[in-house]
């Protein structure tokens, strides 16, 4: 009985024949089973069908390689072939040039086959079944997806732990979110999806038991929700009118209601002398979220009664009264303004800059405040009556609400 071949061309040699050329064959069959085993080769796919054939007997055969390179430049879509009976598995690169497709398939049948997409140029790992005589079906097992350097769009995978580095880039390659590094952070984000009915949340965690959430917009830029900005703690602003103050009984100023022209705005203000230090003071309490700091600042608005044009200011001196305390405080400080120069025309409004810091007296939260105002004649130069509108406050918080 003569010898035969196995599908990958190893010599299946008959008892008592090929005599005296057992060594030499054997050494061949020992050659191809390398190959089979680790063997790489190179094989060009310029043409197709391109047709990986058996070499019986003889090493060299490209179907026979665990290791197979595509190469060459295609121009069309590309079908790479096997015999039937091939049973074994191949790790193949694709390394051509040209954005068409490579088909890896058994040389006939309907039996399941492996594709290379155009962009695809890269390595897989695919068993070939010899399952069924006519219709066999070669399998991507499905490793090959993922290299170092290849560029791979991953579905349904699941991460272990991932360690993402500086930057998470969307489709287009562009920055979506940049990731700082903290030394020794010990303060997180956890985030939670949410069932229906329920909003997704974000959530400070870490090792301390109070930890705040910072989102800083850039620039002038602000925090909001949909198209409305936030509210968040910080600066803020309290008006108080003169309708809302009442004269120091010693060089108090004088209350004054003027028309101007029937029908109008009139002008319900407190007349402050241009020779004596007159003042008013005025009380609020402070919102539960005042930072009670010395960030108190003040700006006044005021009207002249006369023309000249002389400049004019005032100071502010604050002190807070809490529960079971009495009443009969010193003021702290007085700080004032910078005084500002009058129009020159009758009843215009005028309006101070924001001053410096004002420390209020034993501030502290949950008292009432009671502020000192009082016109700065030793500094500002007009000399007509400051007719005083009212005074903004400047105070800032550092909690949400008041709660």
Sequence with gaps: MASNYTGLGIQLMTTGEKAGTWG??????????????GGYTTQAITSTPTTLSVSDGSTGATLAHRIIEFTGSIGEATVVTIPLDVQTFYIIKNASSGAYTVQFKYVTGSG???????????????YATANDVTNPDIVDIGMGDVTLAGTQTLTNKTLTSPKIGTSILD???????????????????????????AGPTLSATGDESNVDINLNPKGSGVLKSGAAAVKIAGKETMWVPATAMYASTTNGAEAAQTELTAGNPELKTFAFDASTAESVQFNVSFPESWDFSTAVTFQTMWSSSTTNTGTG?????GCSVANNIDYDLAFGT????????????LDDLMVNAESGGVTIASAAASTNTIFRLVRDTGTDTNTGDLRLVGVKIFYTTNAANDA
């Design 334 to 345: 007085p700080v004032a303004n910078t005084a500002l120069a009058a129009s020159g025309t």
């Design 112 to 126: 399941s086959s492996v594709t290379w997409s155009a962009t695809d140029k890269g390595t897989k790992i695919i």
């Design 171 to 197: 489709t287009n390659g562009l920055e979506l979110a940049l990731i700082t590094a903290t030394g020794s952070a010990v303060n997180e984000f956890t985030i939670a999806n949410a069932a229906a009915g």
């Design 24 to 37: 030499t064959l054997t050494n061949t069959n020992w050659d191809i089973i390398e190959q089979i085993s």
């Design 313 to 317: 200011g005032f100071t502010l001196a």
